[in-house]
């Protein structure tokens, strides 16, 4: 019985190398994840807290919606966060003057620090990320993954 869906053909060298790529970055990403949250557990902070202090910074003209695009998360998904970072007094919500339905989000000044603490702690395992590449090979990794990375952003269009 024939079909009118065609299977297409792959590839299977460049299947396999889309393949590694996924297990590599999978396994790199848990890797920093794991050892980033021990250390900011240490301060009091998850890791999902720290990229939101950090991605907040010290604007105050973003709202919930520009952080999640930032992270690249579901507002959703950040707005329980956002309910328990002010309940801890990390962030204050506050109407835009511009769009009286947006709320701004401003961090406090212990949310500060915290940050300030936090950053720390990232630069000294991302420094640790590239031991033994070299300048180059770097620069060169960080354009191949923000190549595969738009590639992404242009399928979902």
């Known amino acids: 019985m024939p079909s009118d869906l065609e299977i297409p053909k792959f590839d299977q060298d460049h299947v396999q190398r889309g393949r590694d790529i996924y297990d590599l970055c999978s396994a790199i990403s848990k890797e920093i994840m794991k050892r980033r949250q021990v250390k900011l ?69 212990r949310a500060r620090e915290l940050g300030q603490q936090a950053e720390l702690i990232a630069n000294m395992d991302l420094a640790d990320v590239t031991y033994g590449l070299s300048d180059s090979e770097q620069s060169q990794l960080v354009r191949s993954l923000q190549h595969v990375l738009q590639n992404f952003d242009d399928l979902s269009l």
Do not use: N, W
């Open 41 to 109: 557990g240490s301060i009091g902070l998850s890791a999902g807290t720290a990229g939101f202090i950090r991605v907040v910074g010290d604007r105050e003209d973003l709202t919930l919606s520009d952080v999640a695009r930032a992270l690249r998360v579901e507002t959703a998904t950040l707005s329980s966060l956002a309910v328990r970072m002010e309940r801890d007094r990390l962030l204050i919500r506050q109407p835009s003057p511009k769009d009286k339905r947006a709320m701004l989000l401003c961090l406090t000044p």
